[in-house]
C-alpha cells in the first residue's frame, strides 16, 4: 500500500502532527485503525472492539496503547522505532490504561474512532476534553506529497481505462446490475484491489444522484449515469461519465453541455489561494444561468485520497484556501426527475499555478450499443 513502508515520510507526518495539534491550542490528536493512523504510522489495523489509540502530543514521542496479541504486528510497523508501543492483555480495561498516557487538557479524536471508543475514553478521563479532529485542526491529509500524487494519478488512469472498456459492452437490453458488475470487473482487471461503488443509474434512475444499480432493463434512447470507483495501490479513483443507449433523450445533449461547461467552468477556477468555495459558485453559476439552478441538487466536490470522501470539500461555506498539493473531484450535475440526469466528474490536482486533471476519459457524450 502506498506510503506504508517508508519510515521518514512516517516520522515527518508524525512530527507535523503534533505541531498542528499544538498549533491548535491541543494538547494531543488521539488517532484510532482508520486512514488517519495508516497515514502516520503505516500501521493498518482492523478497527475492532479492542482499542488501538495512537497519541500524538507536541513535545512528547507518539504513544499506541494496542491489544497485546496486536503488539508484535505494530513493533513491525514502519513508525515503529518513534512510537511507543504499550499492550493492554484481554481483561484488562484499555480505557483506563489509554487515560493513564492522555496529556491534560483537549484532546482531538480523529473523525472515524468509534463512539463506543470515545464514550469509553471519556468515562476513564473524564477530566479531560475530547474534541473531533475534523473541527479542532486543519486536515493532516489534504495536501498531497508526490508520491501520493503519482498514486492518485494510477489509480485515475485505471479508471479511465475501465470506461474505455465499458464503452464497447451492451446496454440495450440488459439489467443495471449487470453493467454494474462489467464495471467493477473492468476496474480490478486494469489494477484496482477493490471496486467500491458502481453507479449505474438509466432513464429516470439517473436523477437519483446516488442511485445503486438495480433491476431496470436498459434500452434505446436512455441516458444512463456512470460513476464508479475504488483502491488501488491503497489510493482511491472516482470517476463520473454520462452515455446514451443508441439514441439520446429529448434535451439530452444541450443539458449535457450545460454541465460539461460547468465544470470546465470550476475546474478553471481551481488555483491556490482560491476558497473552495468559489469552485462551488463557479460551476454553479453556469447551471444557474441555464435555468438549472434547482436541479443541481449537491456540492460540486468531495477531497480525495485514502479515502473516496475526504476534506476538502468543494462546497459553499467552505473558505479553506486551496493549496498545490490538494486534490478533489468536480462533479457538477443535472438531475430531471422522471426524466433522466447528467453528471461529469474528474479527479483534479492543485498545481503551483493552476490545476491538472487525473481523468483524461472523454467528457463529450459517448454513444454505447
Keep these: 500500500m502506498t506510503g506504508g ?17 499544538g498549533e491548535a491550542g491541543l494538547s494531543a490528536l488521539l488517532a484510532t485503525p482508520g486512514p488517519d493512523l495508516f497515514y502516520l504510522t503505516g500501521h493498518a489495523p482492523p ?28 513493533l513491525a510497523s514502519p513508525a515503529a522505532d518513534r512510537i511507543e508501543v504499550v499492550g493492554w492483555a484481554d481483561g484488562d480495561d484499555p480505557y483506563a490504561v489509554a487515560a493513564g498516557l492522555l ?70 437490453g440488459r439489467r443495471e446490475a449487470h453493467v454494474a458488475a462489467d464495471l467493477a470487473d473492468a476496474l480490478r482487471r486494469h489494477g484496482h484491489r477493490t471496486a467500491d461503488f458502481t453507479i449505474v443509474g438509466s432513464g429516470p434512475n439517473g436523477a437519483s444522484p446516488h442511485h445503486e444499480a438495480g433491476e431496470r432493463v436498459m434500452a434505446d434512447g436512455d441516458a444512463v449515469v456512470l460513476d464508479f470507483g475504488g483502491h488501488l495501490d491503497g489510493y ?17 445533449e444541450r443539458v449535457h453541455d450545460i454541465v460539461r461547461r460547468a465544470q470546465q467552468a470550476a475546474f478553471q477556477a481551481v488555483r491556490p489561494g482560491v476558497p473552495a468555495e468559489d469552485v462551488d459558485r463557479a460551476a ?42 490538494m486534490t ?32 483524461e476519459a472523454p467528457r463529450d457524450p459517448q454513444a454505447v450499443r
Aim: hydrophobic residues 45%; aromatic residues 6%.
Design 103 to 172: 496529556p491534560p487538557g483537549r484532546l482531538a479524536v480523529t473523525d472515524q474512532t468509534w463512539a463506543s471508543h470515545v464514550l469509553g475514553l471519556q468515562e476513564a478521563a473524564k477530566d479531560r476534553t475530547f474534541v473531533p479532529a475534523g473541527r479542532a485542526m486543519p486536515p493532516l491529509r489534504a495536501v498531497k506529497d508526490e508520491e501520493e500524487l503519482a498514486a492518485l494519478a494510477k489509480a485515475a488512469s485505471a479508471a479511465d481505462a475501465a470506461f474505455a472498456d465499458i464503452l464497447g459492452v451492451a446496454f440495450a
Design 47 to 74: 478497527p475492532l472492539e479492542r482499542l488501538t489509540l495512537l497519541v500524538v502530543a507536541p513535545d512528547r514521542r507518539p504513544m499506541m496503547v494496542v491489544p497485546l496479541l496486536e503488539r508484535p504486528a505494530a
Design 5 to 21: 513502508a517508508d519510515p521518514g515520510r512516517h516520522a515527518e507526518r508524525l512530527e507535523r502532527a503534533a505541531r498542528v495539534a
Design 328 to 359: 478533489f473531484s468536480i462533479e457538477p450535475g443535472i438531475y430531471l426527475p422522471g426524466r433522466f440526469g447528467v453528471r461529469i466528474e474528474d479527479i483534479v490536482a492543485v498545481t503551483e499555478d493552476g490545476a491538472t486533471r487525473l481523468n
Design 236 to 252: 482511491c479513483s472516482d470517476i463520473t461519465r454520462t452515455v446514451f443507449v443508441r439514441e439520446p433523450p429529448e434535451d439530452f
Design 284 to 325: 454553479r453559476d453556469v447551471i444557474d444561468d441555464a435555468g438549472y439552478g434547482g436541479s443541481f441538487i449537491h456540492r460540486t466536490g468531495h477531497g480525495i485520497g485514502l479515502e473516496a470522501h475526504e476534506p476538502p470539500y468543494i462546497v459553499a461555506g467552505n473558505t479553506t484556501s486551496l493549496e498545490a498539493g
